[in-house]
């Protein structure tokens, strides 16, 4: 019998054994001299009622995965996992590595600069600036512009987070562009109710670092706020590679009820950092301390404000609405490498982007029957993003300096607009299905009205435009004792940049921009929480990727964008994670012990390419396995350590499979396989002090995880910190 028709059948005969039992008793108080009346016996068929908490192997998925439906977005059948960064300890100065260490197949490319990330994933692209990894802030994306310029350059300090939620398959149906995956950053917010409270975090380590990062929040009434505001310096490793950053941030909530809530976030970061300049192979080997460009330098400014409403209207209907409006500046000083005893360059560029964005997000949920959940909305974006450069013989010239020479002026546009609708079926036998579409238009234009000056092509005036309708499916099946099986069959695109249309150092337009990369994706996988303390999340991946676009030369100086072939992605992806003192009294006092691994196992090869002999070649950073795990020891309220692994196999770091160069500027064909460890703890002395420490990169390997044409970067040695945070 299904377990949903046994529980009321059991109820049913529990409810009707104290009727059994008042007539039993009645016939026993039968006088004596009655007439005994004859009775049948009737035997009743036995019902095995077994309890079965649901509420807790719920409560025990959700340390480390996704809601299945997290207020108005649907992400049962989705692969998701989720870092809850109070459960380790602190995340110093944006250490990638350590904020990403459970988070299974994201590749971090080392660049050690506050002003440019490289994240990568199962092989789909360069990870150049997380070009190819859609990468949110609640909800709300931070590329500088999200579809005519999808790069990162900001990322907000680990201490303002609550939490990294990583979204596979279908994240392209539920936040739009890039093929997959989302990775959406969690802000803190207090909760209504939170006391008024002030902390303090001084924090020093080697090269120079020291970080700074301070608190306020509380609530009265219907209102609750939270502000800090933080600074991390750096002199890095080489000269001219130091960097500073500062953060601030502030959360305003008005509650009126609990059906109705309204907040402001505010967002603004600013960060420069000297551009050392990367090596050549023998370069590195003989001094990776060596800066062949001493006078460039990068700096970016990024200020976001979002207003937010999330009612709920009652029978089931939730709306949750968000409008923001984001400006960055990005600007760069550079000019060509030179080492010593080479003369330096006669002249430097200035360049200056900036993005000027706005969009509205508005979703709605309707819950209704047993656990079904429809969602729908629609997704509208501006963005205006001029583009400017200028040449300087001041090789130290100010970033705010426009008395050179003009080089370059371009205005650029994008402008995306999305309808989207999905709807969770609850079945019998506990099987669930999810079908999604979502329909996307995209526009980018460039008008150019200064081109440089060694180019003899026409001024570029393109526009392109894009309609692009896309499904998924999704299947599940809960089983056992907080078991799942999951099936995600889902589509997704990159949309075209600004680059993509035309090549503004070209000496050629092309005349019409390549069709959009668009993907497919399959993964099928099982996990849950079949004991006390142990997780598990294992799957199967396929990925075809059609329509690559990449830059080809078409003479000894001209590059154009052009589509140039396939690629198809597919492995596995396994997580497991145990507490083992979960079963024990220690924890309920507090007390976990938690060994965690994950494995990323990838084959990837170009499936077809208009480039001669590509085909079978494996995409560039796109290692064969990414291994991750961590042993940590956490005691509530008192301490946190956690020792943590990354270990990475070779990769090529370009499509061609081949080295590039020769002498000092010679690249390897093969970015070296690497294994690098950090260990890191939180203690807390009393509920007013709390002492930080940690070292990353503890066996100190020397070693590097990206390369560009231009040459490679350089890693981290080892490096340490140690700190104190107070708490009023």
Do not use: F, N
């Given at each position: 019998m299904p377990r949903r028709a046994a529980l009321p059948f059991a109820l049913a005969c529990a409810l009707a054994l104290p009727a059994f039992a008042a007539a039993a008793r009645q016939a026993d108080t039968t006088p004596d001299h009655a007439t005994p009346t004859p009775q049948s016996v009737t035997n009743l068929p036995r019902v095995d009622v077994h309890g079965y908490d649901w509420r807790r192997y719920v409560?025990?998925?959700?340390?480390?995965?996704?809601?299945?439906?997290?207020?108005?977005?649907?992400?049962?059948?989705?692969?998701?996992?989720?870092?809850?960064l109070d459960l380790q300890p602190t995340v110093i100065g944006n250490n990638l590595e350590q904020l990403l260490a459970r988070s299974p197949g994201v590749l971090v490319s080392q660049q050690p600069t506050p002003t440019q990330f490289n994240l990568g994933y199962r092989g789909l692209g360069n990870p150049q600036e997380s070009e190819y990894v859609l990468v949110m802030q609640d909800g709300i994306p931070l590329e500088s512009d999200w579809i005519g310029f999808p790069t990162l350059?900001?990322?907000?300090?680990?201490?303002?987070?609550?939490?990294?939620?990583?979204?596979?398959?279908?994240?392209?149906?539920?936040?739009?562009?890039?093929?997959a995956p989302v990775i959406n950053l969690v802000t803190k917010r207090p909760k209504p109710g939170t006391p008024f409270s002030a902390s303090t975090g001084q924090v020093v380590g080697n090269h120079g670092l020291y970080s700074t990062y301070n608190t306020l929040e509380g609530s009265g009434g219907a209102w609750t706020f939270r502000f800090d505001a933080a600074y991390v310096r750096s002199d890095g490793t080489r000269p001219n590679a130091q960097s500073q950053m500062r953060q601030a941030d502030f959360y305003l909530e008005y509650r009126p009820s609990d059906r109705n809530l309204w907040w402001l976030d505010l967002h603004a970061t600013a960060a420069d950092s000297g551009d050392a300049g990367r090596l050549g192979y023998p370069q590195w080997q003989a001094d990776p301390r060596a800066t062949p460009t001493p006078w460039n330098r990068d700096w970016v400014d990024r200020d976001q404000l979002v207003l937010g409403h999330t009612r709920e209207f009652g029978d089931g209907w939730r709306l949750t609405g968000k409008l923001w409006f984001a400006y960055q500046d990005l600007a760069s000083r550079a000019a060509s490498g030179a080492l010593a005893p080479l003369p330096p360059p006669a002249s430097t560029t200035l360049q200056d982007e900036q993005f000027r964005t706005q969009g509205l997000d508005l979703r709605v949920r309707k819950a209704w029957g047993h656990g079904n959940a429809f969602t729908a909305g629609t997704v509208l974006f501006h963005g205006s993003d001029p583009f400017r450069q200028w040449s300087s013989p001041d090789l130290y010239v100010d970033r705010h300096d426009r008395s050179g020479t003009p080089r370059l002026r371009q205005a650029r546009s994008s402008d995306y607009y999305a309808v989207f609708a999905e709807n969770v079926f609850r079945l019998p036998h506990e099987i669930h299905v999810v079908p999604s579409v979502r329909l996307e238009r995209e526009r980018v234009a460039v008008d150019e009205t200064v081109r440089p000056p060694f180019l003899r092509r026409p001024l570029i005036h393109e526009a392109d435009a894009r309609t692009v309708p896309l499904f998924g499916l999704g299947i599940g099946n809960d089983f056992g004792h907080g078991n799942e099986t999951y099936l995600n069959v889902s589509q997704g695109w990159r949309p075209l940049r600004y680059f993509d249309m035309a090549s503004p150092f070209a000496n050629v337009v092309p005349g019409h921009a390549p069709d959009p990369s668009k993907s497919l994706s399959w993964e099928a996988g099982v996990h849950g929480v079949p004991a006390t303390g142990l997780y598990y999340d294992a799957s199967l991946f396929w990925i075809d990727f059609r329509n690559r676009i990449e830059a080809r030369h078409i003479n000894a100086t001209d590059v154009i964008e052009v589509n140039t072939g396939d690629t198809r992605s597919r492995g596995f992806e396994g997580q497991l994670s145990y507490d083992f003192l979960a079963p024990t009294a220690r924890a309920a006092r507090g007390e976990h012990l938690e060994a965690f691994a994950s494995v990323s196992l990838l084959d990837a090869k170009f499936t077809a390419s208009t480039i001669p002999g590509q085909v079978g070649k494996v995409p560039a950073y796109a290692p064969r396995y990414l291994a991750k795990a961590g042993l940590s020891w956490r005691v509530e309220q008192r301490v946190k350590l956690s020792l943590t692994a990354v270990s990475s196999a070779a990769q090529y770091w370009q499509d061609s499979d081949q080295p590039l160069g020769s002498g000092a500027s010679y690249l390897p064909a093969r970015i070296p396989a690497c294994t690098v460890l950090d260990l890191a703890g939180d203690w807390q002395l009393n509920r007013h002090v709390k002492l930080l420490a940690g070292i990353s990169n503890l066996a100190d390997r020397r070693y590097y995880d990206r390369v560009w044409q231009t040459g490679l970067e350089p890693a981290y040695g080892r490096s340490w910190y140690t700190g104190v945070q107070l708490k009023l």
């Open positions: 409560a025990a998925k959700l340390r480390h995965q996704m809601a299945e439906v997290a207020g108005t977005k649907i992400t049962v059948t989705k692969k998701t996992t989720v870092t809850h350059y900001v990322m907000p300090l680990a201490q303002s987070l609550s939490e990294v939620q990583l979204i596979r398959g279908g994240s392209s149906l539920l936040y739009g562009p890039e093929p």
